[in-house]
């Protein structure tokens, strides 16, 4: 895929908390505000590209505020940052501000929950390439798989705002209905304004045991829907964020079908610059067979689906 040349300002950056509250379950939202060298580095991030959160200051949750399964989690201390893509980024009144679509599952997403709006943490960003936009297509499908839901939105936006001339079609999967990480409307084929705004665009919800929507895998949502469409694979991209087997199997579709897909992968991240070569995706070079380890943070975290050696 072709990477993004230009470089981009990154830095460290003081972020204040304007919201943060839980909305669902163990979902949460929360935004930020950056002024001044942050927001200007914010003010171009594209979607999929993602920040470091400094957590190590955030203060612990009263114990009775704290999921039963990860009270032992609060004890640990937090040393690394820890990485966040944006379900929004928008410019106001010259500030950055961004959007942050979070699952509490371990130690420093439960301290995040317990910050109150005032407070500041400190963001290494933005981070990372982005999902390319062709703007010759004329259909876009997005696929968001559980947590994979962040950039997808935030993706949403900025085709719907800029790239009038394609259409989108967003497809969002879980295992369950509460699995899901936004609100789910009465119909059940839409998704609820407040966590995924309604940008007009049309919506296909699938659940593993089908508590809402389809029946089923995401991905089989999407290869059935596939069936009825019009449009020519030239014409199609396909965008997806979420667990590597569905990562995985959207990029066999889309080869099949000689559709274009780009995945974001998820790796376990230190630095997030590069430098600890500790996010390594195995990546192909070509007919060679040989392989080579780009860096998820650096080089992604949006990948070509057909460079992807996917680790299942
Ligand atoms: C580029 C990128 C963007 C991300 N964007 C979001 C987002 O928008 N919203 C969100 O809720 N989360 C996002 N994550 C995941 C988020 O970084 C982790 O949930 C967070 O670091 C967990 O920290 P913790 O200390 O609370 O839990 P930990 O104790 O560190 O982990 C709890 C559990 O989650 C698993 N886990 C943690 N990080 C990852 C990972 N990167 N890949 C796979 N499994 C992991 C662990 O194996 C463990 O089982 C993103 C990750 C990456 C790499
Ligand atoms: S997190 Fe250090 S190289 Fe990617």
Request: net charge negative; hydrophobic share 40%; proline share 5%.
């Amino acid at each position: 895929m072709k990477k993004d040349l230009v470089q981009r300002k990154k830095g460290v950056f003081a972020a204040r908390i304007i919201s943060n509250h839980q909305f669902k379950g163990r979902f949460c939202r929360m935004s930020l505000e950056l002024a001044g060298l942050g927001a200007e580095a914010f003010e171009t991030v594209t979607p999929g590209q993602f920040a470091e959160f400094d957590l190590t200051c955030a203060s612990l949750p009263s114990p009775e505020d704290v999921p039963v399964e990860l009270r032992d989690a609060i004890e640990r201390k937090i040393l690394l940052r820890r990485p966040f893509s944006f379900s929004d980024v928008r410019i106001e009144d010259g500030r950055a501000i961004i959007d942050v679509l979070y699952a509490v599952v371990g130690a420093a997403t439960v301290r995040m929950a317990g910050l109150k709006p005032g407070d500041e943490i400190s963001v290494l960003g933005p981070l990372g390439n982005g999902f390319t936009i062709p703007v010759k297509k004329k259909l876009a499908i997005l696929l968001a798989g559980g947590m994979g839901a962040p950039p997808i939105q935030h993706l949403a936006k900025v085709l719907a705002a800029g790239f009038k001339n394609i259409e989108v079609v967003t497809f969002a999967g879980a295992k369950s209905s509460d699995d899901m990480p936004f609100a789910v409307s009465d119909k059940n084929t839409a998704i609820g304004p407040a966590e995924f705004p309604d940008y007009g665009l049309e919506m296909l919800i699938a659940t593993d045991d089908g508590s809402t929507g389809y029946k089923g895998l995401v991905t089989e949502c999407f290869r059935q829907w596939l069936q009825t469409c019009e449009h020519k694979a030239d014409d199609t991209i396909v965008f997806c964020c979420g667990p590597e087997a569905m990562l995985a199997s959207a990029a066999k579709l889309c080869e099949a079908e000689g559709i274009e897909c780009q995945v974001s992968m998820e790796r376990r991240m230190a630095c997030g610059t590069g430098l600890c070569q500790g996010c390594a995706v195995e990546c192909g070079t070509g007919n060679s067979g040989q392989s080579v380890y780009q860096m998820c943070c650096k080089d992604g975290p949006v990948f070509d689906s057909k460079e992807v050696i996917f680790d299942l």
